[in-house]
């Protein structure tokens, strides 16, 4: 029996193992990395600047533009300050379109010197540059968690939007929401909010009640930074048909004022009718007070004295 085999053999599948995971790893970065490119290029408006870049948090830049070949080495990639390349990596945008993609790390986006970044085709021997800095590339994730609270007085809905951004940004936005009742859609902005850690709450006054909604959010940078707007983000809802309590019970009164009406109104017109037919007859103790102080109404008496 050959035993010296097995912790050869024991080293080559635990080898293999390693090898596998890190393929795997690499692989589900790299779908990550192009999904998050593909959103990025979505809501880009301007795209006659190239190569199209941004940043989510401030301190790290991506560079990238779409080709029709897979190979990066047809490409140099270079940056001032400093002369500098960057190695490329790739990533499938489909079957036959490529993401080259430069990563940079920690770099300063605040300089007052912005970064003049220039892509050489040497295939086609053409070559491309922009300018760039944090203003204007921004791009912030779209907002993941929206709950939604109706109030009753005024009527309108809260959108609360739990998200984390960088605190140096105020961020504008903006929702679209339509009602399955109607066509109309209708949209409105909320710039330079702040609150950017933890919960933004959003009011929606234009609501009718017992009607479903559908909310779009989305967001961006404002101000100074300015950059793109995020995904949008759906959130369906069916507001409750239930009235206001305040309303009901202004209801109630207003519909008890004219039944106490008509009571008191009955009430008095019976004591009218009654005095009428059934008059009340006159008491003579105030013609005859003797009669009633000294023979106490008796009229015999009276005729026996006389």
Aim: aromatic fraction near 12%.
């Amino acid at each position: 029996m050959n035993v010296s085999g097995k912790p050869q053999a024991l080293y080559c599948r635990c080898l293999m193992l390693v090898m596998w995971m890190a393929l795997c790893n690499g692989t589900e970065n790299e779908t990550a990395l192009a999904s998050l490119i593909s959103d990025v290029y979505s809501v880009i408006e301007n795209k006659s600047v190239i190569p199209f870049c941004f940043t989510n948090n401030l301190y790290e830049l991506t560079c990238f533009w779409k080709s029709n070949s897979s190979d990066a080495s047809s490409y140099d990639f270079t940056y001032t300050p400093g002369e500098k390349t960057c190695k490329l990596t790739t990533a499938a945008a489909s079957d036959d379109i490529w993401w080259h993609i430069c990563q940079f790390q920690n770099i300063d986006l605040f300089s007052l010197t912005p970064y003049h970044i220039t892509v050489e085709d040497k295939m086609k021997n053409r070559s491309f540059s922009r300018d760039c800095r944090a203003e204007h590339v921004v791009y912030l994730e779209p907002i993941k968690n929206i709950t939604v609270k109706e109030q009753w007085r005024p009527l309108g809905l809260w959108l609360i939007l739990n998200h984390t951004y960088p605190d140096l940004l105020a961020l504008t936005y903006e929702v679209k929401y339509v009602s399955e009742n109607s066509d109309v859609q209708k949209t409105e902005t909320f710039p330079k909010v702040r609150g950017n850690q933890g919960d933004v709450k959003l009011f929606l006054e234009d609501i009718v009640g017992g009607a479903g909604y559908t909310f779009s959010v989305r967001v961006k940078a404002d101000e100074e930074y300015d950059g793109y707007w995020s995904q949008w983000t759906d959130v369906h809802v069916q507001i409750a048909d239930v009235v206001d309590p305040f309303h009901v019970m202004l209801y109630a009164i207003a519909g008890l004022i004219p039944i106490v009406a008509i009571i008191l109104l009955a009430t008095c017109q019976k004591r009218f009718l009654k005095k009428k037919v059934w008059p009340e007859i006159p008491s003579p103790e105030h013609h005859f007070k003797e009669l009633y102080t000294t023979h106490k109404g008796n009229f015999k008496a009276i005729q026996l004295e006389i």
